[in-house]
């Protein structure tokens, strides 16, 4: 059973950073894709980072100050710069096996204006 756990978030001014860790455990299998998506209140999940072939990997909304970056197998970090009061949401990592998709429990970034 695939298992991932996301960490790193807290609570940062607008401009700060935060750098989100997420792990992936419980299978022999080494990802090469895996996705970042948040949740804020009120709104519906939106991806953020897609690592895959052929993919931009930034969203929009992102695009120039969050950074992925594969630290070890089947561990990645986000960093993320020049944070704004938008980008608080619920973070998470998720990644695809034999077609079954699999999500950490999140980690909270709040970001005070």
């Known amino acids: 059973q695939v298992q991932l756990v996301e960490s790193g978030g807290g609570l940062v001014q607008a401009g700060g950073s935060l750098r989100l860790s997420c792990v992936a455990s419980?299978?022999?299998?080494?990802?090469?894709?895996m996705e970042w998506h948040r949740q804020a209140p009120g709104k519906q999940r939106e991806r953020i980072v897609a690592?895959?072939?052929?993919?931009d990997p930034y969203a929009d909304s992102v695009k120039g100050r969050f950074t992925v970056s594969k630290a070890a197998r089947n561990t990645w970090y986000l960093q993320m710069d020049s944070l704004k009061p938008e980008d608080t949401a619920v973070y998470y990592c998720?990644?695809?096996?034999?077609?079954?998709?699999?999500w950490g429990q999140g980690t909270q970034v709040t970001v005070s204006s």
């Open positions: 998720t990644v695809r096996l034999f077609g079954e998709d699999y």
């Open positions: 419980g299978t022999t299998f080494t990802f090469d894709d």
């Open positions: 690592i895959a072939r052929g993919v």
